[in-house]
């Protein structure tokens, strides 16, 4: 087992100097197996950095007890000794793992037992990378951070090693599977499947030693395109046969493959629908042919007319999945999971949990999430996400559902992520998936403290203030009261308020000379509060009762509307774009003094003072644009007399 060597990618989380505690102090490992080589070998560099070659007791020792269970582990600390047991030699490694978390605090006073065990079974990352370069989506769609770590302009990387440093860094958080191409699967990612299998099988590869699997985006009408057979019927039986010995070859040359990803019958992708056929036909036809494996399929809620007439108020695009799937609750197989978006929308700053997530109750779900920023700032602007995940994982049973799905930041950007600070979101997603209940401003510092290698004070008080309540910042300056959208089509970077308005993608909010929002109430409107269970469906069609910052998400109201605040929603509009534009540059403000303590290093300084100048222009932008647009619109003065364009 070879630890990767990086010198011109930044490490992260896991710099060096982050296994100083364990490097300095001996280590004993009782286990064998290739998980547990990949503890040796990281024990061994740890040592090789720090240790002074003294001979002595064992100060940490690891080891397995099957009664902690799947990827779980125990720590503790007595008569000056350390003991990580981990359920598997999964846990073992996170076991580890959490040791480097803690520093010199793991070998400090004794502490009684502490069981650690994951909430979510899998904890997965979706890449959304291409093989070729896409016309209009480049390398990776929805990818703000270089290019592929696997693919180049065509070809698989020739040299792997990042993709074993990335596996690194998602193990030390938590993450255990990673679908590895585009959800919108084109012509040539395709053939991953069938004659390209040899690239996963290589990706995979790299991905092992961290206790991650590979998982694979599949076309459903692959059997046509793959296959040559007439038809992707998932109920004709020479369809299923075709995906039973393509499944049997893919386990054949990787056994350790964790399955498929599907997106169906959306935004042009093909489906069931083609044939008369259910969305539960679909995936248990692929259920079947990766049960005896031991695989799984994630098939993707995210279904919805694009094609929307954009006059006709009856059609809502957030009622859509909850109309397609929940009538279809208790019909999907085990091994079918439904990988459903937290929101009912798309993955907006602001929006409820999706129904979908509430009514499914005899069907397994993945809850998904999107670390890469596409409507959140595209890792241009600090949007500390995890404050958000942590509402949504807490909202009812949402974190009961068996798998959380994040769609990944991650690309060949030397920071991994493009704005350097970005890191943090790829990294409380995996703390997140495992324990939803963590305070997501104890995740930051835990962040803060590992890729900065234990700051100072005023370092670390310095990034807390900056990230900590980032996304209500971003909320501020952009899309007010859960309304969404308002961006630049196609990009989606950027104000433009009427942008989506008159086409047919569905994403509207209504806004004229008399008030703006949309009308969600079974009463008047849409009909989409009834798809929430009570007491939900009773209070979002409540104007009194619906949460502020919601309001607009579910009701149309004038812009004199009170809001729970005491101020009206127009002048929330004005004052929320003022300040939210005041705190980026407040933010920048804070990075600035940095700049000459020597407590970053000059380049990372220079790249994030590069991101915080053009997040500080574009909030700017954002509260010109909309509070201009509603000052027209409305003809309301700001009260408190500030210039709006």
């Not at 902690?68 to 490694?93: F, N």
């Not at 038809?231 to 399955?259: K, S």
């Not at 009622?319 to 208790?330: N, Q, V």
Request: charged share 25%.
């Amino acid at each position: 087992m070879t630890i990767p060597e990086l010198t011109d990618v930044h490490a992260a989380w896991l710099p060096p100097e982050a296994f100083r505690a364990i490097g300095s102090r001996r280590t004993l490992v009782r286990a064998d197996g290739p998980l547990a080589e990949t503890v040796r070998a990281e024990v061994t560099r740890a040592r090789a950095g720090y240790g002074d070659g003294s001979e002595g007791p064992y100060d940490l020792v690891l080891g397995l007890d099957a009664a902690e269970g799947a990827d779980g582990y125990a720590i503790a600390r007595r008569d000056g000794v350390t003991t990580v047991t981990g359920g598997d030699p999964a846990g073992l490694l996170y076991g580890f793992f959490h040791v480097v978390r803690l520093g010199e605090a793991a070998f400090g006073a004794d502490r009684e037992t502490e069981h650690h065990r994951p909430a979510m079974r899998r904890r997965m990352l979706d890449h959304w990378d291409n093989i070729d370069v896409h016309p209009v989506m480049g390398q990776v769609e929805r990818g703000y951070a270089g290019g592929s770590i696997f693919w180049d302009k065509g070809a698989p990387r020739a040299d792997l090693t990042r993709v074993r440093a990335y596996a690194r860094l998602l193990a030390a958080s938590g993450v255990n599977a990673v679908a590895i191409n585009n959800v919108n699967v084109h012509a040539t990612e395709a053939h991953l499947l069938t004659d390209r299998l040899g690239e996963v099988a290589a990706i995979a590869a790299e991905l092992r030693p961290y206790g991650i699997r590979v998982h694979l985006s599949v076309n459903f009408a692959s059997p046509i395109a793959l296959g040559g057979l007439p038809t992707a019927d998932p109920l004709d039986e020479g369809v299923r046969a075709w995906w039973a010995r393509t499944t049997e070859q893919v386990y054949a040359t990787i056994p350790d493959f964790g399955g498929y990803v599907v997106k169906a019958d959306s935004e042009g992708q093909p489906g069931p629908f083609a044939y008369g056929r259910t969305h539960a036909d679909g995936a248990n036809m692929l259920a079947e042919a990766l049960a005896p494996f031991g695989g799984v399929v994630h098939w993707r809620a995210f279904v919805y007319n694009h094609r929307q007439d954009w006059r006709d108020r009856s059609t809502d695009r957030a009622r859509a999945a909850y109309d397609h799937f929940a009538p279809l609750d208790g019909r999907f197989l085990d091994n079918a999971i439904l990988q459903v978006k937290h929101g009912p929308m798309d993955f907006q700053t602001r929006e409820p949990v999706s129904p979908v997530i509430l009514e499914m109750r005899g069907t397994r779900l993945a809850v998904e999430l999107q670390v890469t920023q596409e409507y959140t700032g595209q890792q241009r602007h600090v949007c500390y996400l995890a404050p958000m995940w942590s509402e949504i994982l807490a909202f009812e049973n949402v974190a009961e559902a068996g798998d959380l799905v994040a769609v990944s930041n991650a690309g060949d950007d030397r920071y991994w992520t493009g704005h350097p600070l970005a890191q943090a979101n790829l990294y409380a997603f995996g703390r997140l998936a495992w324990d939803p209940g963590l305070d997501p401003a104890a995740v930051l510092d835990e962040w803060i403290d590992l890729t900065f290698a234990w700051p100072g004070e005023s370092l670390r008080r310095t990034l807390h203030a900056m990230m900590d309540g980032s996304w209500r910042t971003y909320e501020r300056y952009t899309a007010p009261l859960g309304v969404g959208f308002m961006v630049r089509p196609g990009h989606h970077y950027g104000p433009d308020v009427d942008g989506y308005e008159y086409t047919p993608w569905g994403t509207y909010h209504f806004a004229d000379r008399d008030g703006v929002g949309v009308d969600r109430t079974r009463a008047t409107g849409t009909g989409f509060t009834d798809q929430y269970p009570r007491p939900w469906s009773d209070v979002y069609e409540s104007l009194e009762r619906c949460p502020d910052e919601l309001l607009l998400f579910f009701h149309h109201v004038p812009y004199g509307h009170v809001l729970h605040s005491g101020s009206t929603v127009i002048q929330h509009i004005y004052d929320t774009h003022f300040a939210g534009a005041e705190e980026a540059a407040e933010t920048r403000l804070h990075w600035e003094k940095l700049a000459d303590t020597g407590a970053v290093d000059p380049d990372l300084y220079a790249r994030v003072k590069e991101r915080l100048d053009e997040q500080v222009r574009c909030a700017e932008e954002w509260r010109d644009q909309i509070n201009a647009y509603f000052f027209r619109k409305s003809g309301v003065p700001d009260a408190r007399g500030r210039r709006i364009p």
